[in-house]
């Protein structure tokens, strides 16, 4: 069966650090995989997504970035945090091709001081 | 344009009552996908159900059923003698054949299960 890591579970870093968020999925191949982000509140905004290894589409153009170097991988980068970054930020994945369902992973939670 | 809307915002039932949350769609698409998500309060979705849009059958498992209406665009999820457990947020979502990794998520319905 497939599974879906996401780490550190929990992080608390200063405004101006830099950030890195893993994610990566265990039980399938190529996958399409997803970063999304939920503010305070409950909206889920998609971030970035990736159809294969080296491929990254950017939906909201922002402070952060995201990089696929290895079929199974997803990362989420920043170079200097800012307050605005602080939330939930969940990793997904799906089988590519179709209309297949988007599972996600259990998310890390961000808080930028 | 797509949007999914789920008006209420929060709900809070007493334990064994039957709670209804709804989910309009909008989309000029004819096949899409709408998809239910439940957010406990440890933070990860899990995915409950997807129908595509030529699939108006209504679904039940268990203590969940869903009211798929295309003439109203809607895709409505009721829970049947509600436990605590099923304290939640619950997010309605939408997925167009055009962009299938573009999911359209509504703003989500928080339900609490008093006992």
């Known amino acids: 069966s497939q599974t879906i890591h996401q780490w550190p579970a929990t992080l608390v870093q200063p405004v101006g650090s830099p950030l890195s968020l893993e994610c990566t999925v265990e039980?399938?191949?190529?996958?399409?995989l997803y970063w999304y982000r939920q503010a305070a509140g409950r909206g889920l905004q998609l971030l970035f997504y990736s159809v294969g290894i080296g491929q990254i589409s950017s939906e909201v153009p922002q402070n952060l970035s995201a990089s696929r170097p290895q079929d199974r991988q997803f990362i989420l980068s920043s170079k200097k945090l800012l307050l605005s970054d602080s939330g939930f930020y969940l990793c997904?994945?799906?089988?590519?091709?179709?209309?297949?369902?988007?599972?996600f992973g259990p998310g890390t939670r961000l808080l930028v001081l | 344009a797509q949007k999914v809307t789920q008006a209420q915002t929060e709900i809070s039932v007493v334990e064994k009552e039957d709670v209804t949350l709804d989910c309009v769609y909008e989309?000029?698409?004819?096949?899409?996908?709408l998809f239910w998500y439940k957010q406990p309060p440890s933070g990860e979705l899990v995915f409950l159900i997807r129908r595509n849009s030529f699939d108006e059958q209504n679904e039940i498992s268990g203590r969940y059923s869903w009211n798929f209406q295309k003439s109203t665009s809607s895709f409505n999820f009721t829970i049947t003698a509600s436990q605590v457990v099923d304290s939640a947020v619950y997010f309605c979502?939408?997925?167009?054949?055009?962009?299938?990794?573009?999911?359209?998520f509504g703003p989500g319905t928080s339900l609490s299960v008093i006992p």
């Open positions: 039980g399938t191949s190529n996958p399409n």
């Open positions: 997904a994945w799906r089988s590519a091709g179709g209309p297949q369902t988007q599972y």
């Open positions: 979502a939408l997925s167009l054949k055009t962009s299938y990794d573009k999911v359209i």
């Open positions: 989309t000029r698409d004819t096949t899409y996908y």
